[in-house]
């Protein structure tokens, strides 16, 4: 029988011709990556005895979750990384303006290809299995340990396979599709399973489309989730590397653990959401009534690529934010940010009333640059809406795609944009 | 780590997240007992506290979810906690539980059975759970798994494996 992309990777990186699902193999570590947490990463790796890291050329560290620091705590946390980052000769090093967030930065720098095994001190590392590699999030002890060894046990994962056909009615986005994925499949659906997804509503995708759904399938519990290797990748990433790019695939009787099929057209008549306070919890915007907004957030490793900050400008392109409501767009990259300066992008939406945040995570984890006060209500693009996630216990999150949230903006409560670009509606006023 | 853990349950159900657990902002610390100060305040002031006077918790499936953040697994050894048994946990959850030396069991009839409260006895190295005269078993972890939760971690377990090799 023939292996899945996850099977493949697994399999060669740890030196067998096959592997099977629940197996547990030991396989070397193409590219280890970090982002400030590499400070936990590099107390727990001197703690274990050693001087020097396995090869300084396989790690990555990219400051993005506090940057620039808002604390003495974190500064001194950004100094001792630095210092690590000199003393061990780490080439592949984005300091606070110089990067962006790592799943952002990785891939603009072509430090990603098919076939490579991934690991990053963060869950959302999934994301580079648009990359056709095998990707996934690990803890900071862990990483400590493949920066001793270049190594690491995994159990081999069965893979789902899910197969999207159809063309997106206007507005409708990647966003949406894997919203209602997680809606059908649950928080738990994909545990420990790869994903892979395919078909040719898939393939008709850009890469930044196709990371927000391998980033998001972290939040069913996949291990690692993929999008194919195919010409629009190569296009992708042959400017970026002069490394050979090789061309992985599944083999056609390769073994799933099930398969799912899904028409756009037919399945997702209309934006999704995810409601408070899990991103399982996704509805149909049609069925939530009218819910009122106080913040409006653009950005993160889901939703902050030049795309996203493309439809947001073309929904408020000559209006202006409500009144009772603020939109803060964070540009995933410094990359990004240029480029969708250079664009208009950003005088569009700052016109509109926009606050434009550095690269990096934002308010996403709750810890800088836009936290919720008790009780108020945000529709953000990012990628969860836990309890308190974005600051007060008492505030709520709704996660939906970068052109709902740039609509709701406007109006002030959640809203379609058709409802905004077409046909205009007043204002929702406090009271 | 010691091979019988016996206590008393707090139960949670489905999908308990690490930003529940531990909250971002906490991130900075690495400690035990400061993380443990915080853990688990999202449900409310005062409920880690209520949690120091239990001994293991039990969960429903997923526990564990989101966030890759170690410091989960930290925080709740923070607050004096022995063991977490689940019918399922994330995945990163469950290597971060392994790599930080805190015990952890997924058995689902168990979860089923138990009640907030109840006493519990886990035997670790026979692979069994006993509550209320019954005996649940549980599939153990690979061998090399295991002994990286046996030495108390993975730091352990990578400064004895250097120590080997000279």
């Keep these: ?431 | 780590m010691e091979a019988v853990i016996q206590g008393r349950v707090y139960k949670f159900g489905d999908n308990i997240n690490s930003d529940v657990i531990i909250p971002g902002r906490y991130l900075i610390y690495i400690d035990k007992e400061r993380l443990g100060q915080h853990a688990f305040e999202m449900l409310g002031e005062g409920f880690g506290n209520t949690l120091r006077s239990f001994d293991i918790l039990v969960a429903g499936r997923n526990f564990g979810c989101g966030s890759a953040r170690e410091q989960a697994a930290t925080a709740i050894q923070g607050l004096g906690i022995r063991a977490v048994v689940a019918a399922s946990f994330a995945r990163t959850f469950y290597r971060n539980a392994i790599n930080d030396g805190l015990p952890i069991v997924e058995c689902p009839a168990l979860v089923a059975a138990v009640a907030e409260g109840d006493s519990i006895r886990i035997d670790l190295a026979a692979g069994k759970i006993g509550h209320a005269g019954k005996e649940y078993p549980f599939p153990q972890m690979p061998d090399s798994v295991r002994k990286i939760l046996e030495l108390g971690g993975l730091g352990e377990y990578l400064r004895g494996k250097l120590a080997e090799r000279g």
């Excluded at chain 1, 095994?117 to 862990?142: N, P, Q, R």
């Excluded at chain 1, 002069?242 to 398969?259: S, V």
Aim: charged residues 20%; negative net charge; hydrophobic residues 45%.
């Design chain 1, 1 to 431: 029988m023939g292996m899945t992309l996850a099977e493949k990777i697994l399999a060669r990186a740890s030196g067998r011709d096959r592997v099977t699902p629940d197996e547990v193999v030991v396989a070397r570590v193409d590219l280890a990556m970090s982002h400030e947490n590499a400070d936990l990463v590099r107390k727990s790796f001197l703690e274990i005895g050693l001087n020097q890291v396995w090869d300084p050329t396989r790690i990555a560290i990219i400051f993005d979750h506090r940057v620039p620091a808002e604390s003495e705590k974190t500064a001194t946390t950004h100094k001792a990384v630095r210092e690590f980052v000199a003393a061990q000769g780490i080439p592949n090093f984005y300091d606070v303006g110089r990067g962006g967030i790592c799943h952002q930065v990785l891939p603009e720098n072509g430090h990603v290809r098919p076939g490579m095994l991934v690991v990053g001190t963060d869950s959302h590392t999934t994301t580079h299995g648009a990359f056709g590699a095998f990707s996934t999030g690990i803890g900071a002890t862990e990483m400590a340990g493949v920066w001793t060894e270049g190594a690491l046990w995994f159990k081999v994962p069965s893979t789902i396979r899910i197969e999207v056909k159809g063309s997106f009615h206007q507005w409708i986005t990647a966003k949406d599709l894997i919203l209602y994925i997680i809606g059908m499949l649950g928080a738990a659906g994909a545990d420990y399973r790869a994903v892979e997804f395919d078909g040719p509503a898939i393939r008709a995708m850009s890469i930044a489309s196709r990371m927000v759904l391998t980033n998001l399938a972290m939040e069913m519990g996949a291990k690692v989730a993929f999008t194919p290797v195919d010409e629009v990748l190569l296009d992708y990433l042959r400017p970026l590397t002069p490394q050979k790019i090789h061309r992985i695939a599944p083999d056609p009787d390769a073994h799933y653990e099930r398969t799912i099929h899904i028409d756009v057209a037919r399945d997702l008549p209309e934006p999704q959401i995810a409601c408070p306070h899990s991103v399982d919890n996704v509805r149909p915007l049609s069925a939530l009534g009218e819910v009122p907004i106080d913040q409006a957030v653009l950005g993160s490793c889901t939703n902050g690529r030049l795309e996203d900050l493309e439809v947001a400008a073309r929904v408020v392109a000559g209006r202006v934010v409500c009144d009772r409501a603020r939109l803060l767009v964070i540009p995933a990259s410094q990359r990004v940010y240029l480029e969708a300066l250079r664009l208009g992008y950003l005088e569009t939406l700052v016109a509109a009333g926009a606050i434009i945040n550095p690269p990096g995570c934002g308010p996403c984890v709750g810890l800088h640059q836009g936290i919720l006060a008790a009780r108020e209500t945000c529709v953000s693009s990012t990628n969860r809406n836990f309890l308190g996630r974005m600051g007060s216990k008492d505030s709520r999150v709704y996660l939906a795609s970068p052109a709902v949230v740039a609509a709701s903006a406007i109006a002030g409560r959640l809203a379609h944009p058709a409802s905004i670009v077409h046909e205009e509606e007043p204002c929702l006023t406090e009271g």
